[in-house]
């Protein structure tokens, strides 16, 4: 039996699940998100409590049981409080600023870069080297900061570039002087 697909998801108070026809959808204060299941994964509702089962022992269904329970328990936490990714801007001349709906980073390069997110994440600015990125799905809002990240990813000698906020970058040591 899988370790994570075992366990319960307990959903909050203002949190509601629908199944019908394989679509587990879940509603809550922010929003609602939908998620299609497998054929081999059940899914039950107890009193505010989520279990996901699987049909059978096959491979399959043992790979996907872990998944899909981690997947609810995700949109049962997105729907009630949301998920939120810093990245920090390390670098001189290097910021970021909203011109409206556009996120405009100034990153060492001939140009500005303009970022236009989905219309279910919000990026804020708190200052000038801070990007504060969240929704309520947390696989999209993980994928707008990879894309952001990707303009200039951290380099190990000087540190400069952007990084998660909980990220450590290994620096290396620059050449030697010679001998």
């Known amino acids: 039996m899988s370790r994570i697909g075992k366990m319960p998801v307990r959903l909050a108070e203002q949190a509601r699940i ?13 929003g609602s998100l939908r998620q299609e299941m497998v054929p081999e994964i059940g899914i039950e509702v107890n009193d505010g409590v989520v279990t996901v089962t699987r ?16 997947l609810v328990s995700n ?9 939120t990714r810093k990245l920090q801007i390390n670098g001189v001349g290097f910021r970021a600023e909203m011109k409206k709906d556009l996120l405009a980073l100034t990153l060492g390069y001939s ?9 279910e994440i919000t990026i804020e600015c708190p200052d000038q ?36 906020s909980d990220e450590v970058v290994r620096r290396k040591e620059g050449k030697a002087a010679g001998k």
């Open 18 to 30: 629908e199944i019908k026809d394989n679509v587990v959808t879940v509603t809550g204060p922010k």
């Open 55 to 70: 049909a059978d022992d096959s491979k399959r269904a043992r790979a996907l049981h872990g998944l899909y329970r981690q």
């Open 75 to 83: 949109m049962a936490e997105g729907v009630t409080t949301g998920f």
């Open 111 to 119: 140009h500005m870069i303009y970022f236009k997110a989905p219309s």
């Open 129 to 164: 080297t801070t990007i504060a990125i969240s929704g309520i799905d947390k696989a999209l809002v993980g994928q707008v900061a990879a894309k952001i990240r990707s303009f200039r990813k951290p380099e190990p000698y000087r540190g400069k570039g952007i990084r998660y």
